[in-house]
Structure formats: C-alpha cells, structure tokens
C-alpha cells in the first residue's frame, strides 16, 4: 500500500557550543524513515532530538543520543506509521554538543600541569570568576609574549584547531577570530588554548598528544586585550560549558593547588 508521508526538517544550532559539522539526515526505507548523524570529529559527540510526530513512532524511548567518534550514517531512531492507511508527518528539531552530554564520573583529582615550558614564569592576570570577562567562569589568562610555546596540560587528542586568523582588539567584535586548540582528555574532559599566533598551531586533528607536549604559540588574537593564553578546563554540555576548577602541579616537589589571580608561577620540572 502506497504511504501519503509529510515532513519538513528543522535545524537548531547554538553555535556557541554545538557540533556544528555535524550532520542530521533522514532516509525513507521500505518500512519506514531512518534518521542518521554523521560525526567527522575525532571524539563523541551528543545529539538531542526532538521530534514532532503525526501518525508516526519512534522506535527510540529517549531524545538523547551519544554517537561515536567519526561516525559514518550513525543510525539513532527510526520512524514508522501507526497506520499505514493515513497520512504520516514527521518534524525534528537537533541541538549537538562535543562529548558526552551526560559525563558525571571524571577524574576530579587530577593534578594538570602548567602550559609552558621549564624555567619560565608568567603572571595569571585572571583566574577563576576573574575580575573582568571571567564572572562565573573558571578559565585562566596567564600573560605572556607573542610566540611562547604553549604546552599540553594534560593527554589527550586533538579535537579542532585554527590558526588562520591575524585580527585580535578589544572589541566583541574580535571575538570570533581567536585561534585555539581543543584537546579531549580520556577522562571526557576537553581543555580549549586561546588567542594564539597566525599559523601558531603545531599540532593537526586527530593527533595524540602527551601531556607536556608543544602544542601551539601563544598569541593576540580574537577579543584580547594584551598577548595571553586564555586556558579553560571544561565538561561539555549541549547549551553550555560547565568550566571546571583545577589543580596545577606548582614545583617538582609535587606540591599543588588552584592557582590564584594576581600571583606569577614559575615552572620547575
């Protein structure tokens, strides 16, 4: 019997913190309309679907899904008619975030290491909820010239990158042209290097970095106000960043805490 089916698609991004290259689709097969994402990036990735369904089911009980790295036609629901002698409609609406939307177990102890190289020290001009851009947001701005290697807190994978921008002032309108580095820890946390140099990434997606490894140079880009490194640590959830306190190896004595703003750290190990 020949379907009468309806549908219109509807996308929904937050760009702040969606997945934006992922992709949501839809396929009509003999029994019904699979829905598919594809992931191109090298971690896991949380789509919510919301679906708006007229004669139709899912075979789905959640609108929550966790879809693997590089993942190809990733099939997360499938719709089907109740009766097949009406018409069906279907509507979905997606948001997408980096990693899993869901993470409550990481490793809360961990003891990051500083993200510069030995025998250097550099002043923290804002630390957690800082005095100027950073209220409610635990990120760190150590200060530092144009072009110091900037090194892995922690291993992990690189994520995304971009190093293709020269503008940086001290207007919004900058925001958007900092380079950075995203890196996914394997406790599920992601640490994201910002304001770097043009062509200041030495790393590619998909590399493994280990922790203390030269990833990039620091830079003036984007909405900076003087040359730093913006650092923040962070669980990804799909409409917000939930930023996270961390504790730094401070000497190689193994001595460690939060670091505070105001104060200048010097590396020793």
Known sequence: ??????????????????????????????DGTNIYVDNPFFCEVSVQLNLD??????????????????????????LTPINRGQPSQFNYVYKSSLGNHALKDYDVHYVY????????????????????SHQKENSLDFVMPIGTPILAVKKGIVIDIMDLYKKG?????CEDFANFILIRHDDGTFAQYVHLKYKGVVVKEGAKVNEGQKIGYSGNTGWSSEPHLHLTIFLQRLNKRETLKTRFLL?????????KEGNYYNKNY
């Open 1 to 30: 019997m020949k379907r009468n089916l309806l549908f219109a698609v509807l996308l929904l991004y937050n760009l702040a913190f969606s997945a934006s290259k992922i992709s949501v689709y839809h396929e009509e097969v003999f």
């Open 53 to 78: 369904l007229q004669n139709m089911k899912s075979r789905s009980t959640s609108n929550l899904y966790l879809v693997p790295s590089k993942a190809n036609r990733y099939l997360i629901t499938k």
């Open 113 to 132: 290491h500083l993200p510069f190289e030995n025998n250097n020290k550099f002043y923290l001009s804002q630390g957690y909820n800082g005095r100027y």
């Open 169 to 173: 002032c001290l207007e919004k309108m």
């Open 251 to 259: 000497n190689k004595s193994g001595a460690n805490g939060f670091l």
